[in-house]
């Protein structure tokens, strides 16, 4: 699901590279739930980082005598059908959630800049090209897509990335599009052009610095969707690959016993929310802080 | 104006043809067969090879693709390899569910989005702002399959009243518009905020508090006319994506609309269901991405359409 | 902190839990006193409105003529309309339909001859002739039909000419007169009577089907069944109502609604919901409802094995010492147990245990990890082996996860792909899939269906098997031939523990149990194997009415 927020225009560093980011991170730190966000976010990744020392159990450690076994001292989250112990496997899955975030945004923002650059930069033809393009991912059904082309992939961690960072690319390509319009007017671009400046070292050297505050808040805010594509697919059985704990899959799993076992369901969901929610956040209170419009 | 929506018509029938042409492809090189899994798990290869050729799936891959498309062109969408009935009176009557389910939620989405919205920038860093936007932004945070499954068993079963799937009586709407209206209701609320934020602090809204306009006037008139722009946006897409069916809540709640029918044939490989599904989706994305530019046009009078 | 929240959830499910109970509390207290004040104005009323049984289950997606589809989805409600010769009833023992009585059989075992009963009318008016038979085998054969189950039945003289279209004639159905023909097989085939009662052999009117053309199973079906498809909208739901004239007697119900819902556990909270009367309760969804809704839940079993169905070509596979290794660190018992919700009986070889030939003197296949380990050292894999690539559907994938995980601990690593039915099929029908799970059902109580279509040689490359025993081929051809039980039987009790026992070509896993779950008042339900069927079934209109506040 896509809600396209108001994004920033393109940045102009009337102070500097350096005043310009100093005064969004002041701003920012002023922002306690984006402050808060980031701290929450900060702890899921040591979670996610040290699953290994930090997970009670082992999450794929099955003890069937422990079926289904409900909140308790030795489970503090309880245990699932296989009595796997779910606060480990809750841990775990902050790593699948947290990778798929993070890297399918990295691809998405890559072919995401890429092409918005050579649509906005080049015109004519290739933005005739790009745009068509953007148009029409932007009319097939995202988790239609997704699932062909896990179907085609296979279910796997790295297909994930692959998979969801080649389709959600199209908005920030939009976005870029339209940042570089902007500049490209601008006359210290078309003093470079003139100046004989190669097409590369513009688009990064001096049209990335400005389109940067624009990637920063897509990819902050495009974490959470692919977290929630995530949880679709392997809610729809298409995820990662078993045994491995997603948030996800759990509920999926948990779907059987939710009449008897509600906690089974409601930790992952709660999981789900929590980091969805913290990067939501964070992604407003980045916007405010670094869109100069609201900086008065 | 008239120059602009034939270019824009023709660009739309490009991005469907190319749409269903990737589809065509994409739907060939993934693994599964339908006519495997049709036979069931006593498939024997030469089986295979028959039934394949009843369904003229034997024929080189262009061939079948031109004949899709010339049949698509005298209104035929094929038929469907599993339950053999023309594709179309399939789509016919899955949008119908579909389209029920969508204005439903989404005209409560809107009104509720909308409103939230505004009340919360008027208010803005008071409480009932901070309270509002905690909940929007939860609702858009939960999984939206999640929400269907709690709400079926805690509100559905619970009290009995309301049917826990499919779309019998309007009182069955009431859950699953519950499940896709807050989420969408969730999202027009935070960005109705924002951009309703912006234009109260700009100079001409200022102008208008300084002379003495009443406030409601204010926001309602000025303000929330200016702030439309990016509202449509969102409002514009949302309805692309609610039209085209939302996969999971509609199988969650058993509809049998154009999610469910989609996510049924992709699984099975009914590639005629799947081709038709693509097209008709990219036909209503295309049609409402048109409709919003022009209304675009029409709200603020300082974009010219060709400019784009 | 942990703790804190950790405490406050537990109270809100506690909250949650009592609100539960007392609703419940009161709903049934409510239902048992409306049940005696109303019961006598109930059944006054009762008598008079039609009797409408709800029936639950997903929908097949497929047209309802039996000859191009497959599943039982579909043929729970084609069988209620159209009828086969034969059938098998609920305790699925076989019983002349259309027939005055069973064919009988010539010396050579090659001719059959059959007497059709008279008077029999298809719900169109016309009456039963050997002529209608002739053209439903004929439609079967005809290559444009795209039929799916003629291998039951291509052992017919002729058919292969058919199916390859030099021939648009049977040649091995003799026509008598409009009461009797005959049919020459090939060769000898002990089951073709058997094959003859399942749904693949359902009989048309030759006309009706011919005008139908394609619109046969989608929209129009005709037959002698005890019910007439009213409608069928392939989406949500299937209405029969009932055939006054049905040959076998009164109809009990005026109607049935047959409603698709494809999730299960959306089904399970319809029927809770009484949006239903009755519907499958599959073994995940078990432990959720084994306690209050105990005495609505019947069990059954059907005629099927649950195995590790494993390709003797792969690399570590094709050693006998690995694959009995597998069989002994798996603890049968505790699967069920747990796994299972205990929905099942722990294999003790591949035969279903209801089918002759099972030979019962077998115990439960041992588990035995310290001898696993000792055979896969011997095997020369001491260090452990990792067996990768296999492909499991959905509905195996608790199961397979448990396995893995007993294989885990004997050193032995499982990794598989959770895939979609569509890859599986068509990855599986290829022959090149390492390993999977399934659950082989027969159609009938007759081992030819279990070992010969899954087993023997040249059918066994399409199931990802590739298993090639000239012993165990040699004792399945000998028994196709034998048309004594106890002969019969004796043969297949020794090829199918050549199979299970000897090669361990399949790792058996348990017998599976179904059951499904009815509200009270529906009455004489019952199911044998895998189709529902609802020529008993009734509806008691008094316990019905009480039901409702």
Known sequence: MKFKRAQIGAVTFEGGYHNYYQESWRLLKKNRIAMFSLFVILALFIFACFALWIAPYDPNKQV????????????????????RDILSRCIYGCRVSLSVGLFSQFIACLIGYFMGVAAGYF????????????????????????MALMFALGSGLINLYISLGLLSWAGTARLIRGNVLQLREREYIQACRVDGGSDMRIILRHLLPNCIPTLIITVTLGIPEAILAEASLSFLGLGVQS?????GSMIAGSEAFIRTSAFYSLFPGLCIIVTVMAFNMLGDGLRDALDPKLRR | MKKYLIKRVLLAIGIIFALSCVTFVILNVIPGDPVALMLGDNADAATVKAVRANLGMDKPLPQQYLSWVLNLLTGDLGISFFQKKPVLTLLT?????????????????VVLGIGIGIFAAVNRGKIADHALMALAITGISAPSFWVAILLQIYVGLQFKVFPVSGLAGPISYILPCIALGTRYAAGIARITRTSMLEILNQDFIRTAEAKGLSPLRTVFIHALRNAMLPILTVIGTNIGELLTGSMLTETVFNIPGIGKLLIDSITKRDLPIVQGCVIYIAVVCVTIYLVVDILYAVIDPHIRLEGN | MKKVLHHGLLRVCGFTLAVLTLLSGCSTGHAAVSSKAGSAIASQAASAAPKVLRFGQANSGEPLDMQVSTGSLSASIADEVTESLLRFDDKNKEQPVLLEEFPTVSADGTVYSFTLKKGIHFTDGSELHSSDVKFTFERMFTPATGAKSYAYFNMIVGAKAMLKGTASELSGFQTVDDYHFKITLEYPYAPFVENLGTSYADIFPKNACKTAGSNWGVNVLVGTGPYILK???????????????????KVNLDEIDIIFYSDSKTKLLAYENGDIDLCDLPADLLSQYSGSYAKQITTYHPLGTSFLSINLKNEYLKNEKVREAISLAINRADLVKYVLNGAGIPATSYLNNSIPGHDSSLGI????????????????????????????????KALVEAIQSYLAE?????????????????DRVGGKLPFTAITWNALYPDADFQAYNYFYSTNSVSKSVNYSNSKFDGLLDQARKESVADKRAALYRQADYILSRQDYACIPLYYPQSQFIAKPYVK???????????????????????EKP
């Open chain 2, 93 to 109: 009557t899955a949008f119908q569910y579909t389209v029920r389910l969508a204005t439903i939620s989404y005209l409560v989405a």
């Open chain 3, 365 to 396: 296949y041992e588990y035995n990890p310290a001898k696993a380990k000792t055979l896969l050292s011997e095997a020369g894999y001491a260090g452990g082996v990792t067996i990768d690539g296999g492909e499991v559907r959905q509905s195996e």
């Open chain 3, 524 to 546: 004489k339900m019952a199911v044998g194997n895998l189709i529902y069927h609802f020529w008993n079934v009734d509806i008691d209109p008094v316990d019905k009415a009480s």
């Open chain 1, 243 to 247: 045994p491995t704990a997603s948030w």
């Open chain 1, 64 to 83: 069937l005598a422990n079926r289904l076994m409900p909140p308790g001292p030795k489970h503090w989250f309880g245990c699932d059908e296989f009595g």
């Open chain 3, 231 to 249: 409608s069928n909208d392939q989406n949500t739901q299937a209405v029969l109502v009932k055939n006054k004239n049905y040959h076998g007697g």
């Open chain 1, 123 to 146: 015109g004519k033809k290739t933005d005739a090209v790009v745009s068509f393009l953007i148009q029409m991912f932007s009319s097939i059904p995202f988790l239609l897509l997704a």
């Open chain 3, 410 to 426: 004997v050193g032995i690593k499982l990794k598989f792909k959770v895939v979609d039915a569509s890859t599986w099929s068509a």
